[in-house]
């Protein structure tokens, strides 16, 4: 009967689960003209951008970012970083002494000359002239005519800018020497769903947006050299690129084109000091990295980068869905590490390994940010979190070249998150990204516990069926803005495993796994569950007679089980399932048929249990 009810829910699965009905989402279409003035770090821009509105609804005001004013004295970046226990160590200065620290922030300090800026000179809609207001990062724009369901408008926008010194992701004169990190630098057109405006001020995390397509041309002093989204369409007229071209100016400026398709969101970087080197991966995607050379050690460690980044591109292309553009480019720039679409900016200082790491993670926000365009400020745990799972998975698979990963390839954030829960300073996952505590608890709780929810994920429905979950769901959600709950959905049609108790819990509660073995008697064995968050269980039973056997508890909310997975510690033994454990009870006993030596939960170590020394026992 257990499987025929198996049988039943992953055809029910099959009917119901799948890409949400009615789903639709906005486009936009941009193109810009940009003219740079290097000397004051001031660009004059002109935006053409085709705007539609798929929503099923009339709008009469639409919205843009405006991301550079956020670094600006009395900004709410500004005030953020001064209420925060623990600031950003890059954007603070401390006036008092180590043991009493004192911060002051340092967009508090810049001069009108250092401050960043998108000042609107003029905005058309449809060549009629529209009002607008700039209110902090956000520009609300009231339309002429109201933009109806299944139309589209056209937008002029001038405007200029001013590029910050280099305080966060974007700026100009990086700690590495690079002159132009230009990220979140243009006008953005807001985000909006099913769940409405995504009007989040820029108080430092991190960013949603439509897809659409970006042709964007960039006049820049000849001497420049530029890494940016996208396939640049000019190479011979541009320095860098190609050996024997020849740079055409006007003005003593070079004029870059770049087109990108598909994207939500345009980044570059330039400096005259920029050197580009290029490789294409086994899948025929296009690598560039555009890099400072400041020694033999930095350019040893860039061209090695480059070779591993083309093994990562297949690598994970073949584990979580094909990359589906022709190019990625990798920028020294910024202040650490950022993704943008077909591009990052990196800080390029580093040794090789953390080079390598850090741009690994970049790459796989080609997947969950940049593929599956998540809203970062809701769900920063499903964005860098999974990610940070993928990097796992990728150096683990090009540098111990194993051709499979370890049972748990993310134990080193399993271990971070133990740290945090224990820590008193953990809180839901479901918080809004800029709204915790602590940037320790954001880092934790998006970086290591989202990687904790997707390996666990794992040990819940199978390892095998992860992994098919993560093809489906790449099948279903490419260019799409899907939710955690459309990743359930997905990973409840492929396995037949009910999953809503597991992403409840472990995402908006602050609820913790503790299993312990509490006796073995005789042949009998008795696990607890001392916490408040029940899971199923694997547990690897040694014999005295030298014999190894697995028990499998699932659990009754599940509503199914998952198969048996092929781990090598695993291979070769009886694997028995037993009943299914009710979370209203706090202990489980079952019978064994020889004498026990030893009692095991979960050798894989995939169960994120807060305290594992209780977790084995010997009789």
Not at 252 to 266: L, P, T, V, Y
Request: with cysteine; aromatic share 14%; net charge neutral.
């Amino acid at each position: 009967m257990r499987y025929i009810s198996l049988l039943l829910c992953m055809i029910l699965s099959t009917v119901v689960f799948g890409q949400r009905k009615g789903y639709w989402q906005q486009d936009v279409n941009y193109k810009m003209d940009i003219d740079v003035n290097e000397k004051n770090y001031q660009y004059d821009g002109k935006m053409t951008l085709i705007y539609g509105n798929n929503s099923g609804q009339s709008l009469s005001k639409v919205y843009f970012h405006l991301y550079f004013n956020a670094f600006q004295p009395g900004s709410m970046m500004d005030n953020r970083l001064v209420s925060i226990s623990d600031p950003d160590a890059r954007m603070v200065k401390n006036i008092g002494t180590k043991e009493k620290p004192v911060y002051q922030s340092r967009i508090s300090q810049l001069t009108p000359e250092q401050i960043g800026y998108q000042m609107i000179s003029s905005i058309k809609v449809n060549g009629a002239s529209a009002n607008f207001k700039v209110d902090g990062t956000i520009l609300e724009v009231t339309l002429p005519t109201a933009l109806a369901d299944g139309s589209k408008t056209n937008f002029e926008l001038g405007w200029k800018a001013q590029v910050p010194e280099q305080i966060r992701r974007s700026g100009r004169n990086s700690k590495e020497g690079v002159a132009f990190s230009m990220a979140q630098w243009y006008p953005k057109m807001a985000h909006f769903d099913e769940f409405g405006w995504h009007l989040d001020e820029y108080v430092g995390r991190e960013f949603i947006a439509p897809f659409g397509d970006f042709d964007v041309t960039i006049h820049l002093h000849k001497d420049y050299v530029i890494g940016a989204s996208g396939v640049l369409q000019n190479p011979n007229d541009v320095k860098g690129y190609v050996k024997k071209a020849k740079v055409k100016t006007k003005n003593n400026k070079a004029s870059w084109h770049f087109k990108a398709e598909n994207i939500h969101d345009f980044a570059w970087g330039a400096d005259p000091k920029f050197v580009v080197d290029s490789a294409s991966s086994a899948g025929g995607v296009k690598l560039y990295t555009v890099y400072i050379p400041a020694n033999k050690d930095v350019i040893s460690n860039w061209t090695q980068a480059l070779g591993f980044s083309k093994e990562f591109f297949d690598f994970t292309s073949t584990r979580f869905g094909a990359y589906p553009w022709p190019t990625y480019t990798i920028v020294q720039g910024g202040d650490g590490g950022m993704e943008y679409g077909t591009m990052t900016l990196v800080t390029g200082g580093r040794n090789l390994k953390s080079l390598v790491n850090v741009i690994f993670h970049e790459v796989a926000h080609s997947w969950y940010q940049h593929m599956f365009g998540i809203n970062e400020t809701v769900d920063e745990w499903f964005d860098e979190g999974f990610t940070s799972y993928i990097e796992e998975l990728g150096m683990q698979h090009i540098f111990e070249k194993k051709g499979a990963v370890s049972t748990n390839p993310v134990i080193e954030p399993y271990r971070a998150y133990y740290r945090l829960a224990l820590s008193g300073k953990e809180e839901p996952m479901s918080l809004l990204a800029d709204y915790y505590n602590t940037n320790y608890g954001y880092s934790n709780q998006a970086y290591n516990k989202g990687a904790v929810m997707a390996e666990q994920l794992g040990y819940i429905i199978g390892q095998q069926n992860l992994e098919k979950t993560f093809l489906k769901f790449y099948e279903e959600w490419k260019f799409k803005h899907p939710t955690p709950n459309d990743f359930k959905r997905v990973a409840e049609e492929v396995s037949g495993i009910n999953l809503k108790w597991y992403f409840n819990l472990f995402i908006n509660t602050t609820r913790k796994i503790d299993y312990a073995i509490e006796s073995i008697s005789d042949n009998t064995i008795s696990i607890r569950n001392k916490s408040d968050l029940a899971m199923p269980l694997d547990i690897l039973v040694e014999y005295k007679d030298g014999s190894k056997e697995l028990f499998y508890i699932p659990l009754r909310e599940m509503r199914g089980e998952k198969p048996a997975e092929q781990f090598d510690l695993y291979r070769g033994l009886k694997r028995t399932a037993l009943e299914d454990w009710f979370w209203t009870k706090p202990t489980y006993t079952f019978k064994v048929g020889k004498e026990v030596a030893k009692v095991i939960i979960d050798p894989t170590l995939r169960l994120a249990d807060v305290e594992s020394s209780d977790n084995h026992k010997s009789n």
